[in-house]
């Protein structure tokens, strides 16, 4: 059999590639790396946000300068209360604690996500919490991810870059992530991180490409 085509960013849809371009500018702003992206069920980019934790601005609508200003809250803080429940939210890493609640109280019908993060894998699992919840079958979102490629291990990669405490790096390892959290160590001590800062988010996962599905 022949091998298979390789994944790119190019060959992803219009609110994949926004969503990784969110979450580059956010690397290089030196916050967490991950961008977020709500469209319609055809497709239609209704806004595109990012991870603002570091900085001193933002669109109106949008929080900045917390640790609440998130990728994910910053697109939903942008949909108008009564939209119909039947958007697509597109992120690049799944989603924490705080953006699952927020995606549960939101217009959201579906998330897609790109890289795992053991951190927070299940949060949105809200049943488990509360009967009434579990029983508002008709409010549950589907989630669909992550992606068991280079494109995921990238995803979650670039979000490593941010503060990394001790207890969540000592956690990540004992989940067999350490793969990732090496790279990352590996492109610090390298010097690498300012290179790859200076490239488009498409350049940066090409020259990454070869180490990334190392750790798959």
Not at 147 to 152: I, K, P, R, S, T
Request: with cysteine.
């Amino acid at each position: 059999m022949g091998r298979m085509a390789e994944v790119t960013l190019e060959s992803l849809d219009e609110a994949w590639r926004e969503a990784f371009r969110q979450a580059w500018v956010a690397f290089r702003g030196g916050n967490c790396a991950v961008g977020t992206c709500a469209t319609t069920p055809d497709g239609v980019i209704v806004h595109a946000a990012r991870n603002r934790i570091e900085d001193q601005s933002a669109p109106a609508g949008e929080v900045f300068g917390s640790m609440l200003a998130h990728a994910e809250i910053n697109v939903l803080a942008r949909i108008p209360a009564g939209h119909p429940r039947n958007l697509v939210l597109t992120t690049t890493l799944v989603p924490c604690i705080q953006c699952a609640a927020a995606i549960r109280l939101g217009p959201v019908a579906t998330v897609r996500f790109a890289g795992p993060d053991p951190l927070w894998d299940g949060c949105h699992d809200f049943g488990s919490l509360s009967p009434r919840e579990a029983a508002r079958t008709a409010k549950k979102t589907a989630y669909a991810g992550p992606m068991h490629d280079e494109l995921g291990t990238f995803a979650t990669l670039i979000s490593r870059f941010w503060h990394r405490g001790p207890d969540a790096e000592g956690y990540l390892r004992a989940a067999g992530k350490g793969g990732i959290l090496d790279l990352v160590q590996e492109l610090e001590a390298g010097g690498e991180v300012p290179r790859l800062a200076a490239m488009e988010v498409d350049e940066a996962f090409a020259s990454l490409r070869p180490r990334l599905r190392e750790i798959a």
